[in-house]
Every structure is written in structure tokens, then in C-alpha cells.
């Protein structure tokens, strides 16, 4: 085998929504050396927030929406190599070395590897029928099967799989979502959020199981069978899971990275070792607007902000990540936003806004806005304006947010002691 001679330049394992717009930054950022970006899919970099949306619900045959192509790369002079995975990373000589043992050399290196399906035990069922849902191709695979009259269940009461459950509903599946928990969206969403989307959901026609833990499924020749922890059975079609993901750190534990939830990085977006960044899905950091607690996201928006920021950093700055987290889910004819981490606020009041929807503000003890999540048609603009108010750290008065007559952006200028 004859193994390839490359320069040294800035590396960048993951060719997702965070790694592709880390290479297009580092050019922008001017950048004028080599500029690899590796992925292990064959496809060039797609977004994957329509592949449980759009992608599901397409009359015609599918195609990815594309963070970048072809010409991009050609533009910006990027060495975009897929098809090709990277199995190991060379510390002491700076290096990355692909599955076809091809080695190339770093200044830098950028891993956004992403995460992965949670997936069930395997005495729950290992069967290959089950479907999971990350790539371009696991959408195409699963629209093929929501066909109209088909009983579908969801496993997983999480954004993913609700966005699925509406998909399948529209495609005229008949559609149970089994979740082990109390209530849906357990992570990240009030119960209040939780409860306008079930109903939403119920309207629809699908239905729920709550609190039920699966022994096993039986996967006969058509139907499964999901038998449930207190005897009960659900026979059907198919069966999609979503419970969750795994962030994909298996190169930087065997290259001996510190791992903590994620690949561990500081503020800068930088690991243990100073010449190797992580961001998006995969990387956990702390953020010191929740008291340097350490998190991680999976959030499209996020991916790219870091995309963005980790560039200048690997060119020499010195820069915190410091952005709000944020994140959006489209049910039905309604959005879901949340901004920041609703965690942190047990004190939570509720600005009504008539049919557009309703925000509900998380704040702490003395007053200060730490997350907002709001459901509806148009909750959009007040939702941005939430976001200012956590980054500003202003302190206000409850009874004034829930008068949705008074414009919330003027609550921004007093700040209540
Ligand atoms: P990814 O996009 O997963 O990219 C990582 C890439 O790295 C993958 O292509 C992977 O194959 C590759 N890779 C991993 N290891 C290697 C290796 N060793 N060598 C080479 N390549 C490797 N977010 C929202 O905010 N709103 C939404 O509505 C929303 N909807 C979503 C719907 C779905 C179905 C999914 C799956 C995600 C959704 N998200 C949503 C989340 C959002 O898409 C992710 O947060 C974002 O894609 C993360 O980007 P990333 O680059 O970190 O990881």
C-alpha cells in the first residue's frame, strides 16, 4: 500500500455542520495554508435538522440540504477528503491516520466527530429492523416505511422522535410514542412546554405510553412486538428509535484526551492537549453564564456558532465561547424554542400570547432571566429578545413579563433591584 505524502495544515476530523463551517472560517479568517477536512460519509456536508422534517415528508425523492459543495471547497480552497475515516491520532507526531493508513500531519487539529444513536440493549433487541435516525441515508430508509394505514411506534419521547411522530402522522401512520419516562421532552423542557406539545400531539391522534419500561421486542416476519414491563403488548409496523445520542469521543479517549461527557474542552473550545480543539455535538465545555458548569449540546445552532469561533482560536485568539445555547423543534404548525438552560430557573411565569403561543421565562432567585422556552406560531422575535436579556443579565420584574401588553424589549433598558 502506498501511503499518500500531505503537508502540514490545519486538520479537521467530521465533515458535519460544526467541522464544515470551522473550514469555511479558517479561510475567511485568512488562513492561507492547508485546510483538510475529513468525513467518514460519503456524501458531501449536509444539514441534518430535515432529516426527521422535510426529507421525511418530500413528495419527490429527497436530496440533502448542503452546508457546502463542491464549488465551496473549490472557493476556498479546501482539501475535502471523504469516504474516509479517521482511526487514530498521533500525539507525538502530530499526525491523523486514516482507514486507508494514509497519515496526514497537523498544525492544528479540529475534531467534530459529532454523536450517535443511543442504542437499545441488546437483550431488549439487537434486531436490524429497528430504525435510528442521524444520517441522510436513515431518513431515506425510514420515509420509505411511512406509508399511509402503517402502525408506527416511536421509542423515545425526545425531539427527535416527536418531530418522527408528526412526520408519521402526516404520512397517514397511525403512531404510539413509548416513553420511559413521566412525560415527554423530560430534557431541557419545562412541563408546561411539555404539556401544550402533547396535546398538540394527542389532537393529532397519537398516543402515549408513559412510564413503561420495555422487557423486549419480538421481531416476527412483518410486525414487531414491544412487550412492555407490566405485561402489556403493542403489536406493529415498525418501530423508530429515539432515545437520545452518544457523543462520538472514541478518538480522543484512545488517544488519551480528557472525556467528560464529550471531549472535554476549556472555554477556548481547546482539549487537553493545546493543539486539539473540539466542538459541536461531541465536545462538552463549561459555560460561565451557569456558573462554569460544564456542558454539553446537541443544537444545530450551536454547532455552527462553534464552527465559527473555534476558527479564530486555532489561528491564535484567545476568545471565550460564551454564546446563549439555543435550539428549535418544528411540531405540527408549531415551533418550539429554547433559549439558554431552563434548568437553572425554578422560578417560571408565563407570558400569554394569545393564539401566536406562549413563552414561558425561567428565573433565578433574584430575578434575572436564565432561559426561555416558548411554543407556538410566532414566538420567534420575543425569543431573540429573551436571549439579549440572559446575555445582558438584566433583572426584572415577573408581573411585567406576563403582561404581554407591555413591548418585552422595553424591559430591557430597567433593570429591577
Ligand atoms: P454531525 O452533524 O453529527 O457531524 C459529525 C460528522 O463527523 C459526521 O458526519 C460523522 O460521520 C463524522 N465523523 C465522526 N467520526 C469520524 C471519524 N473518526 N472520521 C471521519 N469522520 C467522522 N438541532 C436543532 O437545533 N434543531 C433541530 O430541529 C434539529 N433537528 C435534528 C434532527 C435530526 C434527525 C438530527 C440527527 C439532529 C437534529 N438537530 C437539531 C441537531 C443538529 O443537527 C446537530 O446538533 C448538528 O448536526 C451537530 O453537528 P456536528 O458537526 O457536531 O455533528
Redo the contacts with the bound molecule.
Sequence with gaps: MTTKIYDKGMVI???????TRAAIELRNQGWGGLITL????NMIPY???P???NTLLSEDEPSPNYIAVKKTFLEYDINFVSN????EINRDNKTVILDNADEIPYERLLL????RPRKLPSEISNNSRLMY??TFSD?LSLRNKLVTGKHVVVIGGG??GL?VATSAIKRGCTVTVIEVGPRILMRGVPEEVAKIIEERHINAGVQFKYGQAITNIETEKVNHVINLADGSKVVCDEVIVGIGAVP?TS?AESSGLDVDNGISVNEKLETSDPNIYA????CSFPHRYYGGDRIR???????QDQGTHVARNMLGASEPYVTIPW????QYDQTLYVAGLSGYGKNVVCRDLGDSGKIFFHLSDDNEIVAASGVGTKVAKDIRTAELFIEKRVKVNPNDLTNADIKLKKLLTVNVD
Design positions: 476530523v467530521g465533515a458535519g455542520e460544526a467541522g475529513i468525513g467518514e460519509e444539514e441534518r435538522p432529516l426527521s422534517k474516509y475515516k479517521v482511526t467534530a466527530t459529532g454523536a435516525l442521524r431518513s425531539f427527535i418531530e462520538e478518538l466542538i459541536g455535538d461531541c449540546l446537541e443544537a444545530w445552532r450551536n454547532a435550539f428549535w423543534s418544528d
